[in-house]
């Protein structure tokens, strides 16, 4: 986790938006990612953007990503109480063939009544 | 649906003792991989194997080793036990999408 940086506790109010922030550190990746992990559970990916985008929207989610200051980011629009969860950044670059994602070390989100 | 599985789910060991986590995926996927996860720290790649047959240290591969014994199956073994090595390791596996990787629940390892 040392590549990719993170703030480690956000806390929302519900229905409010969410937005958690992420910086990593190598140029050359090609793909970014977000990945939530609920208690007692693996993470699943819920978005990434190709290097080449500046922006993504999917549903409640847009993602944000800024390559010259290598800073992506997460909004959550309308936060729930079931979207409380860890979220890790990520970022890859091709490997031998292969995409290995270095993850940052995770933002919990508290989302409260 | 089974995805990835992860066996045992809870182990406590003593220093010193050997065991090995077992992992297997049903989605005909090539690439397999071992995470192990520690509050504050992330995920940290242990080893991975590309395809059948090879596999690759990660960032934090000593105390381990790890088989690829087929497509479908992807274990790590310690060997011998330290207390450092009490952490939840998953198991994830890789199907080409660039870094979308599937995981299992977990395996929580306590040593003592």
């Known amino acids: 986790g040392e590549d990719v940086e993170q703030s480690l506790f956000l806390s929302v109010r519900e229905g409010d938006s969410s937005v958690i922030n992420c910086t990593y550190t190598d140029s050359s990746s090609t793909y970014l990612y977000w990945y939530k992990q609920e208690p007692g559970a693996g993470l699943q990916l819920l978005t990434y953007?190709?290097?080449?985008?500046d922006m993504k929207q999917d549903q409640r989610l847009t993602v944000l990503l800024n390559k010259k200051d290598k800073h992506l980011s997460l909004r959550i629009a309308d936060t729930q109480t079931g979207d409380s969860a860890i979220y890790f950044c990520?970022?890859?670059?091709?490997?031998?063939?292969?995409?290995?994602?270095?993850f940052g070390r995770g933002t919990s989100l508290i989302v409260h009544p | 649906n089974a995805g990835v599985t992860q066996t045992p789910k809870f182990q406590v060991l003593k220093t010193g003792q050997s065991m090995t986590l077992q992992c297997a995926q049903d989605?005909?996927?090539?690439?397999m991989y071992w995470y192990r996860q520690d509050p504050g720290m992330g995920l940290r790649l242990i080893y991975y194997s590309a395809s059948e047959g090879t596999t690759d240290k990660g960032e934090v591969p000593n105390g381990y080793n790890v088989s690829r014994l087929n497509k479908r199956e992807f274990s790590l073994r310690l060997e011998s036990a330290a207390p450092s090595q009490t952490s939840v390791y998953f198991c994830a596996s890789n199907g080409g999408a660039p870094g979308e990787l599937f995981f299992g629940e977990g395996s929580r390892l306590t040593v003592l």
């Open positions: 953007i190709f290097s080449n985008m």
């Open positions: 989605m005909n996927h090539n690439s």
């Open positions: 990520a970022e890859s670059i091709a490997s031998g063939g292969s995409y290995i994602p270095t």
